[in-house]
């Protein structure tokens, strides 16, 4: 998408942090927004900050983890603009631990977040999307934690990978539609997802004060989010499906990608494989994600 003059974002997650620098940097771009949050005194403070800035913005009540509640803000959305060109499913929470100490309800809360937070914004989206024919785009936020997964951060990086798997198939879905996907995958960004857990049903996790005091400090010294929000408009506008914004971990995606290369060498060479017949999987697994550009 090369123009976003008068055209309409829906931003999940807006109003701290990444998403509302998303929204900022999309309003201040010519887009009209729409912040959904869960949280109705951010959404407030969030709207007054982009409208004293000059930006169209509209503000909805929306908790991912609920497919009704994404409905309702996507009727809003319709209600309030009456089209929307861009969604960013952004809402997320971090989840960790040592193995074995992490309740199964905390488990399902992630998962339902982060992972069916973009099912829900995607699915219920597309069709809006594809309908007025003008091009739509969807930024669905994985994380670097999407390639790489640090141990004790299971239950986050297991989602983030889903959202990345996820975007790759949409992306080849979705561009003879006339939609593109990207997937934004950051290492650490300055905002407030290191007390998440203040979004966890029932509140902080007891015994989880050190872990989220860890991540605080890596957290405080990450990047300035309007400078990730600048390179999200670089890749909606190049239609780019990885959205990368620290270079500096390319060395570990590839360290990462190398072992699973060397592992498949191994394989040709395995005596317990010697009768294998291969068969050809490529209409299966179609072309490369990354080939895929909208219309
Ligand atoms: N900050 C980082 O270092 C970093 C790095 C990689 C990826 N991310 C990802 O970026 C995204 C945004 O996080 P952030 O860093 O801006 O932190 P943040 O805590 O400032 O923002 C997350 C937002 O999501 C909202 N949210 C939580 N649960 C929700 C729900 N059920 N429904 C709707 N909204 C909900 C929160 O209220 C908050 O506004 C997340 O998906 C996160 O995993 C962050």
Redesign the pocket.
Known sequence: MKNFTNKVAFI????????YALAEALGRAGMRVML????EQ?LDAALAKLRSAGITAERVQ????SRASVQKAADTTIAKFGKVHVVCN?????MGGEIGTIPESDWEWVI???LM?VVHGTEIFVPLLAKHGEGGHIVN?????GLLAAPGMEP?AAT?FAVVAMSEGWRLQLAPRGIGVSV??????????G??HR?RPGGPRPGSAEGAALLNKL?EA?MD?QMLAARVLEAIRDDELYIFTHPELKAAVEGRFNAILAAFDHAAKSPALESHKPQDLSAMMGPPPQQAQAR
């Not at 999940?12 to 998403?19: D, E, L, V, W």
């Not at 959904?36 to 949280?39: F, L, R």
């Not at 936020?141 to 934690?145: P, W």
């Not at 934004?184 to 997802?193: E, G, H, K, Q």
């Open positions: 999940t997650g807006a109003s701290t942090g990444i998403g959904a949050g869960i949280n951010n929306c908790d991912v983890a952004n809402a997320g929470v971090g339902r977040v982060n937070g936020t994985s994380s670097i934690a986050y983030k934004l995958c950051p290492a650490f960004v300055r905002t407030s997802i007390s998440g979004n957290v990450g989010p």
